[in-house]
């Protein structure tokens, strides 16, 4: 499976001349994220990963949770939703739903829907959320309003992936980005294992 990430949280997988994208919003403004793909996975509302108006213009199936399926009615049998626990095969992947709610952002504000996917039961994807659920290679949410350091190697460590690619960085200026890197050096260190962000347009081999 190749993983290539592109604006923020975005990631394209690509497996036998197939290829699937999760979380193409409004900070990937790549357009080739989501070029003949497949199916659009969509974690959740929020604008850093969903653009209504990108999935409207292409002709791909979109799987995501009910609070995304609402701003969609337009695009008919096109959209699927699913829940926690829910299996699919799309592209040739075979996709896990796993959590149902975005970690808390606000003590006033309730969490909306977030529904991560774990790929071939080898990649996860948890969008906006730290959903235990084991998976040889982390998609890491690196920085967000919600997310401290502390909370983020927390996650690292319960989850103890093979690997991790830290993704989820937008927001970072390039001090803030050095930070996020030395912080993923030192895990790296310390499990003996690859701990990384990538860049954007990079591409690993899992």
């Not at 992947?93 to 774990?118: C, E, I, M």
């Not at 969008?127 to 983020?152: H, K």
Request: with cysteine; proline share 6%; net charge negative.
């Amino acid at each position: 499976m190749r993983i290539t990430k592109y604006g923020h949280a975005c990631v394209r997988l690509e497996k036998h001349g197939r290829a699937i994208v999760i979380d193409p919003g409004v900070m990937t403004p790549e357009p080739d994220a989501s070029a003949e793909v497949e199916a659009v996975l969509v974690t959740h509302e929020h604008f850093d990963h969903f653009d209504p108006d990108r999935l409207k213009a292409l002709r791909a199936d979109v799987y995501t949770c009910a609070g995304v399926a609402r701003h969609l009615s337009g695009l008919g049998e096109r959209v699927h939703v699913v829940h926690d626990g829910d299996r699919f095969r799309v592209a040739g992947f075979q996709l896990s739903v796993v959590g149902d709610k975005h970690h808390l952002s606000h003590p006033d504000v309730p969490a909306v829907d977030n529904v991560g996917f774990l790929v071939d039961e080898a990649v996860l994807h948890p969008g906006d959320a730290l959903t235990t659920v084991r998976a040889p290679t982390l998609l890491l949410p690196g920085q967000a309003p919600w997310l401290t350091v502390p909370d983020m190697i927390d996650y690292l460590r319960r989850m103890a992936p093979h690997r991790a690619y830290a993704i989820h960085d937008g927001l970072l200026n390039e001090w803030g980005l050095r930070v996020l890197d030395d912080v993923l050096a030192m895990e790296a260190e310390r499990a003996g294992t690859e701990i990384r962000r990538l860049r954007p347009g990079e591409s690993v081999e899992v």
